[in-house]
């Protein structure tokens, strides 16, 4: 029976790697396209880490899996409520869940959203977000004390000092040393992973590269210049996806002939030069309000003291940007008054897609709120900076928001209420994510009977994976999965002798978990590193 190899990529696109492939920098990456068909794949919505990769695992959208970004939100009782997502928080089965059921061996590596872990018929080690770097929690227990004796730091650091060291980005020597490192921790996991899958019996394994998001983030400018105006700057970015290309040939080397091979990226990246300020918006058309009174002026004079901190330059060595961002919207949102609101944003500026929510009060108003966002224009050019707002018909419960506001390519969103400026420019030096994620992401599948050589031009859907694989394993594909078969990447002969069978399934998960969920302390550690790396304010 063959088994099925995924291969994650983080934030991978064509429009990034197209050009290396040209320059014959990823020949690893090259021969398996020429073997097998390759495509477009579409991401959630929005597309962001933790949304996507549980869209991926469980072959359904957001509003059945139940997670909207690395926090929820919901109003309760006339107040904002906001809780941390983890594997937990997946209110249906994974593929991982699914197809143990079956008797299939799996062996899931560095998956996202898979902490705390679960039981499985083989192993997992959990992927980003994870509290436990240096005595990672698996399942079994016993796999995580091997790891541990042996003194591998499993998951990456991801506090930006450790990630990305204290350099100077503008030089290209500190470039450089911040792409070793990466490397270096992404080579630690790789070989790692590399002997548990040769040790281990499986049907269905997976192993992710992370860090690329992060290089993204950093060094889209760096990429997006390409090699004739990037020179030695491209060049050093350029090392790293060498690297991941040769960990994509070391991986390759255990897959046999009767195997499949699936790499995927759970989205796709392009640049910023603007971040805008939704809030801000709805406050300046009366939809969010602020609490008023002696409160009300002590927090607007915690708030301009903090943002004093951006013209002094004695403090700016002390509290970084990003720091004074989140100490700043935690004042902000504990001075919005819930009761006299209609609407409120959530965005982490990672990518151009926000959520909009209404308060119990504000919902008759939403047509209201929608043309007020959708009428927001950018001053320096005069065109409107909302491309559409897609309202979610089947929410399930009140942490769904009603809507995602998803703007117009090169604009981050951002959740920041105070100040009446609706834009900033980004720019080196000053910020981080000057890369934010896209919708348009990649896939790749190789093996028998794939169409070689193939470019799928249907549109791929991030939820068409799940139901694929188990399709390659010989198992009939459960009801609860809303993703489609990619009929098209095989010959009709393969299609012919291997029949698509179906099963009613709802997908109620009832697996066995390590641990409960995120203790106050894992929370803590988690929400750490995610605001140290952009993503929570």
Known sequence: MARVLIIGIDGATWDLLDPMLKLGRMPNLASVIAQGARGDML???PPVTPVAWASFQTGVRPEVHGIYGFRNISFVDGEIKIEATDSSTIRVKTIWEYVSEYGKKVAVISCPMTYPPFQVNGFLIPGF??????RPVTYPSELGEELARKGLEWIVPSERT?????????????LSQAIAFLNQKMNVRLHTAYELLEKHSWDLAMFQFQEPDWVQHAFWPE??????????????VLSFYQAVDEGLGELLQLIGEDDFVVIVSDHGFQGSTKEVYLNRWLKRGGFLKYKVGVRRRVLAMLINLYRRVDRDRRLVAALSREKRA???????????????????????GSSGTAALFLTPAGVRFSKEVISHLKALTDPDIGELVVEEVLPIEAAKDKKSPYAWVRLKDGYAAVTAHEGDDLFRRRMRG????????HRKGMMVLVGPEVRK??????????????????YLLGIPIPSFMQ????????SCEYLGGHPVTKVHDEGRKEGTFVSPGLTPEEEAIITKQLEDLGYLE
């Not at 990429?223 to 030695?232: D, H, S, T, V």
């Not at 050589?453 to 188990?470: N, Q, T």
């Not at 993703?483 to 095989?490: K, P, V």
């Open 43 to 45: 991401s959630t919505e």
């Open 129 to 134: 977000p994870s509290p436990s770097p240096n």
């Open 162 to 174: 450790k990630v990305l060291p204290k350099v100077d980005f503008t030089d290209t020597r500190g």
């Open 223 to 236: 990429l997006e210049a390409g090699p004739e105006r990037g020179g030695g700057r491209y060049e050093a």
């Open 326 to 348: 989140q100490l700043v919207g935690r004042v902000e949102r504990s001075n919005l008054d819930w009761d006299r609101s209609i609407a409120y944003m959530s965005a982490d």
């Open 430 to 437: 000053k910020d981080y994510q000057l890369g934010i994620h």
């Open 453 to 470: 050589g193939h470019k799928l031009e249907l549109p791929l859907d991030i939820i068409d994976i799940a139901p694929m694989v188990v």
């Open 483 to 490: 993703g489609r078969l990619i009929e098209e990447a095989f």
